[in-house]
């Protein structure tokens, strides 16, 4: 795949969702980073359902702190890997408390070192929640990436580094969202919808289906 092509891709995604977000509810960095964490092998609809008992009644680090992992628990046991979760939200509470004031750090050394957020968890804090232009790959960005042809590579750090290499400065912000939301509705696993994708013309994927 071209330059040229690529630019139009992401133009037409641009055109068609000029203000694209992440779906996960949140109203602060803290919220970002917590649903975030959560979303790991869960659907941002589950999270959404977790949180939204959740953040009315605590909110902040200290506020979560205070529930306990068996508190917490209580709120997001409908999540995948609830247990496990939990403990990496009270650690990464206190951590925050201890450290960083309450605040989420603007810092990718200080995310990554608070547990349970790697490298993709700290992307999205950095770019959604602080306006960075980084570009965290989850499944449904190295599906289309790799499908469509449009930054290919086998591991989800190769294709990261591909998108930061191919995609214009002026599309980097937004870019990821625009992936993400194009493979969770359009460019499905199982059965992409071809038919009614706005870039049809312009993928390179072999096996369009109607």
Known sequence: MNNAKRREILTRLRDANPHPTTELNFSTPFELLVAVTLSAQATDVGVNKATD?????????????????????????????????????????????????????????????????????????????????????????????NRTKFAM????????????????????????????LHGRYTCLARKPRCGSCIIEDLCEFKDKLE
């Open 153 to 180: 590579g086998k591991t989800v750090e190769k294709v990261e580094e591909k998108l930061i290499k191919v995609v214009p400065a002026e599309f980097k912000i937004d870019v990821h969202h625009w992936l993400i």
């Open 53 to 145: 008992k959740l953040f009315p009644v605590a909110n902040t680090p200290e506020a979560i702190y205070a529930l306990g992992v068996e508190g917490l628990k209580q709120y997001i046991k409908t999540i995948g890997l609830f247990n496990a979760k939990a403990e990496n939200v009270i650690k990464a509470c206190k951590i925050l408390i201890d450290k960083h004031d309450s605040q989420v750090p603007e810092d990718r050394e200080a995310l990554e070192a608070l547990p349970g957020v790697g490298r993709k968890t700290a992307n999205v804090v950095l770019n959604t929640a602080f306006g960075w232009p980084t570009i965290a790959v989850d499944t449904h960005i190295y599906r289309v990436s």
